[in-house]
């Protein structure tokens, strides 16, 4: 599905579901706890801390639709087109380190 259509789908699912949108400064403090939530489960699960029993249930991928979520929120409330963002930012990234990752002697 593209940037925009779910940008739609969660402008629908707040006008159907939701009162409003959470004000900008809210949904950064939203998108910054959802975050956090994430960088537990990578820790835990992959990094060298270990992992809590209570945590072994946490969904990563619910998380990270959690994150994905408020960012569309934040993109729709901020009139950003992310699909355009997004495609530039890639346009950008590809030209600007087309070599570079390649040439890199650590990835080896």
């Known amino acids: 599905m593209a940037l925009k259509k779910l940008q739609q789908e969660v402008d629908n ?6 009162v409003r949108y959470f004000n ?24 060298e801390q270990s992992e809590k029993e ?3 249930e946490r969904d990563l991928g619910e998380e990270l639709a959690d994150v994905l979520f408020v960012v569309l929120c934040l ?9 355009k963002a997004f495609d530039e930012k890639l346009a950008l990234k590809t030209q600007r380190d087309h070599d570079r990752h390649q040439n890199n002697k650590k990835l080896k």
């Open 13 to 18: 699912w707040i006008k159907r579901h939701g």
């Open 24 to 47: 900008e400064l809210t949904n950064m403090a939203q998108l910054t706890e959802e975050v956090g939530e994430v960088a537990r489960i990578i820790a835990r699960r992959y990094g």
């Open 54 to 56: 209570s945590d072994k």
């Open 75 to 83: 993109a729709n409330q901020t009139n950003v087109d992310l699909q």
